[in-house]
């Protein structure tokens, strides 16, 4: 939504200058929870690009609103420039069920009116790029949002704000739902065409790199200033730390082995901080490469023997629609492989088919297989147990390469202190499950880690925990993931899923894979006009079949989450129980996207 404010903005005594917004000892704070925001003041230049991190929880939203004058402090004051034009894009959206796409992006459905007659935006190419570049292209602008996803709804309303002229653009997690094709011309987009400024929230390390000249970080009801973006943050942080002598030496060593990556790494990662070089490089002195590669590469073997995945001339579907056409493909032991393309492109579908949960004709997995699946839905997690109680189900000790943890202690690994192990599972934040659901996976000892979007609802220093335990994990990955910081820190190979049928390597990475999608836009268009020549009778017939077994999952799942209510303090039961679910879960998840595949041929 579009504040339009009248009043006066303080003048910045630091720098001589007028901001565009300025927060004098403003706390906020919200009933029993207590303080988020405590005597914070920190000013916003006109060209000031910056990024907001912090844990979950920290009051990075709450930051958000207050710079928008959505929300008034508790104390303290907000002051706003004069006429100052304000764009958000909040974490929640309220677009109306009947309005089109042409009423969100260009009319008065969600913000004032952008543009009048049709004639004059339809021959304007920095809106067609816009809508182009969010991958709005094929939704056409008389498509009701009602029976859209969130993630489209959300691109809609992104969309909206870009084509607006604003002073200030507040984004709080506009990546989210995009594919790094998506991430990377939002990216461009901002650096390239925005001229006002930015405040945004997200998780996207690269992103922040990409775009942000400043971070504020908030933590301890305090709002800290740095100058650079995520790796300039990293760097100062640590610098901070040691001058300061923490005592958290857990939490040191990852931003140590953090920093070591990236200054080994591209150039263009430590280009922008301006402190002294010579200080970072002492830093990380003694700090070893992030992993062994070799020594990683024979313990997989060890645990796997030679054979992990083969694909053999195999096809796949995902109900109606084409996956994998007559491909070959050889995962072996101690490979790290990402698996790139948009969204609905079958990465979901190819990690489930690894897994077991699906079959096809050429398909084989090792004898010595383990694997280990995390999906990107959190039913499977019991929500009538205590966190520890959830990962003691699993097992109570767990080794992770060279060292061997207690339940506990792994929960501390992934962020959860003493008295949050004792919080229901039902009690926690998506963050906060998510981190369980990781933990799960790794207390099972699996040796295949099949990773369907991991970093979903994760903080940067989680994010962190959990690369620091993948650096080290000996065992093979394969990573479906929109997130360029995670997949180039973590995987050694990719691969791109481009929608026509094919699995293509990318020896060149990430901008292999930009460079693929441009030079072949039309892949996925004539996937798409493949599928459409299915018989429409047939495939209403599809539909109604699928609704059906939707329904009677459904009931079965209601059954089993009594069941295991019922049996709460039987372990062995809820055990057997959990693995039902999780069976019945995976037919779920693979019967959701036959069903999408089918509404999208009959819309």
């Known amino acids: 939504m579009r504040v339009e404010s009248t009043w006066r903005t303080a003048l910045s005594r630091e720098h001589g200058l007028a901001n565009l917004i300025n927060l004098d000892r403003a706390s906020k704070g919200y009933g029993p929870t207590g303080p988020l925001l405590t005597d914070v003041s920190i000013g916003l230049e006109d060209t000031d690009r910056v990024g907001v991190v912090g844990l979950n929880g920290a009051g990075k939203s709450t930051l958000l609103r207050l710079l928008a ?91 909206a704000l870009l084509v607006r002229e604003a002073d200030l653009l507040i984004l709080d997690e506009p990546t989210n739902h ?108 003694d700090v070893p490469e992030a992993r062994d590669q070799v020594t990683l590469a024979k313990l997989a073997t060890a645990r796997l023997g030679r054979q992990v995945f083969d694909l053999v001339d195999v096809t796949l579907h995902a109900g109606p629609k084409l996956i994998l056409n007559n491909v070959t493909w050889h995962v072996g032991p101690g490979d790290r492989v990402a698996l790139l393309g948009a969204n609905g492109a079958g990465k979901s579908t190819l990690l489930r088919l690894l897994a077991g949960m699906t079959s096809a004709a050429g398909f084989t997995a090792g004898k010595t297989v383990k694997p280990a699946f995390l999906s990107q839905e959190l039913h499977e997690l019991p929500g009538e147990l205590r966190l520890l109680e959830a990962v003691e189900q699993v097992a109570r ?48 000892e699996p040796n ?103 329904s009677k999952l459904a009931e079965r799942e209601d059954k089993l989450h009594a069941a295991m209510a019922d049996n709460a303090t039987d372990y062995a039961k809820v055990a057997e129980l959990d693995s039902s679910l999780r069976e019945l879960m995976a037919d779920k998840a693979a019967l959701e996207e036959e069903w999408l595949a089918l509404a999208e041929l009959l819309s």
């Open 178 to 285: 995009l594919d790094i094709a998506g991430v990377n011309w939002l990216a461009s987009w901002l650096r390239e065409k925005w001229k006002g400024a930015l405040v945004v929230v997200t998780h996207d390390r690269w992103f922040l790199d990409a775009v942000c000249d400043h971070i504020w970080e908030v933590a301890d009801l305090q709002v800290r200033a740095y100058e650079g973006g995520y790796a300039a943050w990293v760097l100062a942080r640590a610098e901070r730390e040691r001058v300061a002598a923490v005592t958290e030496s857990r939490r040191q060593n990852l931003l140590r082995k953090e920093i070591a990556w990236l200054r080994r790494g591209p150039p263009a990662r430590t280009s922008k901080p301006k402190f002294r070089i010579d200080a970072a490089n002492a830093l990380i002195a």
């Open 69 to 159: 004058r959505l929300e008034e402090p508790d104390s303290g004051r907000v002051t706003l420039r004069r006429d100052l034009r304000v764009s958000v894009l909040p974490q929640s959206l309220n677009l109306a069920q009947d309005a089109t796409v042409r009423d969100v992006v260009l009319g008065e459905a969600w913000l004032p009116a952008a543009f009048g007659a049709e004639h004059e935006w339809a021959g304007d190419a920095g809106i067609r790029g816009i809508l182009d570049g969010l991958g709005m292209a094929g939704l056409g602008l008389d498509t009701p949002v009602g029976p859209m996803s969130g993630g489209e709804r959300r691109r809609i309303a992104l969309a």
């Open 448 to 550: 295949v880690l099949l990773l369907d979007e991991p970093t979903n609802d994760l903080d940067t220093d989680t994010l962190a925990s959990l690369e620091d335990l993948l650096d080290t994990w000996p065992g093979t990955m394969v990573v479906a993931s929109h997130d360029r910081y995670l997949v180039e820190r973590v995987c050694d190979k990719m691969y791109a899923l481009p929608g026509d049928g094919t699995l293509r390597h990318l020896p060149g990475g990430v901008d292999a894979y930009l460079s693929l999608i441009a030079s072949e836009p039309a892949a996925v268009t004539d996937s798409v006009e493949k599928t459409s020549k299915i018989d429409p009778r047939q495939a209403k017939k599809d539909f109604a079949r699928v609704e059906r077994q939707l």
């Open 397 to 444: 000790r767990v080794k992770l390469g060279d060292r061997e943890l207690s339940a506990a202690q792994l929960a501390e690994v992934f962020g959860f202190t003493d008295r949050r192990v004792w919080t229901p599972v039902a009690d926690l934040s998506g963050g906060e499950r998510r981190r369980l659901q990781l933990l799960r996976l790794l207390a099972a």
